[in-house]
């Protein structure tokens, strides 16, 4: 028994590289090949240890991801955990991978994906070409295609 491994739910994130891109923007790069773009402004707005990063870009700057890779740090001591910075929603959407939820998964007309997000049939036409389209809905799509996956 001394041997065995016990294995217990999703192996813990681990970042590979991070990025600052533009304000509190960040492209995170994840030791297992995936990569998002993430704005951590809701984060450190809403708890008093990250106020310092808040205002200050040169502190921000010193952003760097530790050595496990479970976190992302900066001078200060203030750190931000891996697991936290998972469950934040990607920022942005690509007009193709709107198209492709829309069309593939969702099989929505205009008018359907419209309806569901409570705009106009034009605004989702316009989505579809090459507007570039508001978080709020991409964040609203991919909550559309996470509940069509679990049908």
């Known amino acids: 028994m001394v041997d065995d491994i016990v294995t217990v739910g999703n192996p813990l994130p681990r970042i590979a590289s991070v990025t600052m891109i533009d304000g509190r923007r960040v492209r995170i790069t994840w030791r297992d090949g995936r990569s998002n773009t993430v704005d951590l402004n809701p984060v450190l707005n809403s708890h008093r240890h990250f106020i310092p990063l808040r205002d200050n870009d040169e502190l921000f700057g010193t952003m760097r991801v530790n050595e496990d890779g479970n976190a992302i740090e900066w001078d200060g001591g203030i750190e931000l955990s891996a697991e936290w910075i998972d469950t934040l929603p990607s920022i942005g959407m690509e007009n193709r ?55």
């Open 97 to 151: 991978e709107f198209r492709h939820i829309m069309d593939d998964l969702l099989k929505f007309s205009l008018e359907g994906m419209a309806l569901q997000l409570e705009i106009s049939r034009r605004q989702i036409a316009n989505y579809r070409g090459s507007t570039p389209i508001p978080n709020s809905i991409a964040l609203a799509t991919r909550y559309l295609a996470e509940k069509a996956g679990q049908r």
